[in-house]
T-cell receptor, first 111, second 112 residues
Framework: EDKVVQSPLSLVVHEGDTVTLNCSYEVTNFRSLLWYKQEKKAPTFLFMLTSSGIEKKSGRLSSILDKKELFSILNITATQTGDSAIYLCAVLFSGTYKYIFGTGTRLKVLA | NAGVTQTPKFQVLKTGQSMTLQCAQD?????MSWYRQDPGMGLRLIHYSVGAGITDQGEVPNGYNVSRSTTEDFPLRLLSAAPSQTSVYFC???????????FGPGTRLTVL
């Protein structure tokens, strides 16, 4: 059965801390892994990873994919209260338009 | 551009009632999807479309119908609402299968 598992389920940190969010997957016909941030409403796109070992960066956020070990991590450095959100990981299947999402990691950053 | 829009924002139904959740996008995207989001379950794919006139089932299609008569619109129909369909529904679109999806603001549906 195809699945995407995120850990931890929730996390509380203080401003300035660095956090690492994990996403592991077991899917047939993997194409890409995507990270989204969900605050109050719609998920917003962060990164798409297709190749192993290539880090994607955007400001204080970065992500990398390991296709051999079937996981990805999302790092957030120098966290701010505005980083408080649910972070979703999704896998896109090759040859189709189907995605499987993980259950998300709820991050709370305290001032 | 309005992006992806959904109506209504909130809806309360009684068991057995039918309704249509509306989704529209003005980005000329070929690919569109419907998801439901439940606590502890993440986003689950209901139905998707790869272009006008073409739809397919996702992970949890039972109790829902879709059609895609135009590129812009992708309505989701609940034929006979059940309490198990209480959820937040998101519509998403993307220009092709290789790019990220853009999500609408969601519809919170409660079935009593």
């Amino acid at each position: 059965e195809d699945k995407v598992v995120q850990s931890p389920l929730s996390l509380v940190v203080h401003e300035g801390d660095t956090v690492t969010l994990n996403c592991s997957y077991e899917v047939t016909n993997f194409r890409s892994l995507l990270w989204y941030k969900q605050e109050k409403k719609a998920p917003t796109f962060l990164f798409m990873l297709t190749s192993s070992g290539i880090e994607k960066k955007s400001g204080r956020l970065s992500s990398i994919l390991d296709k051999k070990e079937l996981f990805s991590i999302l790092n957030i450095t120098a966290t701010q209260t505005g980083d408080s959100a649910i972070y979703l990981c999704a896998v896109l299947f090759s040859g189709t338009y189907k995605y499987i999402f993980g259950t998300g990691t709820r991050l709370k950053v305290l001032a | 551009n309005a992006g992806v829009t959904q109506t209504p924002k909130f809806q309360v139904l009684k068991t057995g009632q039918s309704m249509t959740l509306q989704c529209a996008q003005d980005m000329n995207h070929e690919y569109m999807s419907w998801y439901r989001q439940d606590p502890g379950m993440g986003l689950r794919l209901i139905h998707y479309s790869v272009g006008a006139g073409i739809t397919d089932q996702g992970e949890v299609p039972n109790g829902y119908n879709v059609s895609r008569s135009t590129t812009e619109d992708f309505p989701l129909r609940l034929l006979s609402a059940a309490p198990s369909q209480t959820s937040v529904y998101f519509c998403a679109s993307s220009p092709d299968r290789y790019n990220e999806q853009f999500f609408g603001p969601g519809t919170r549906l409660t079935v009593l």
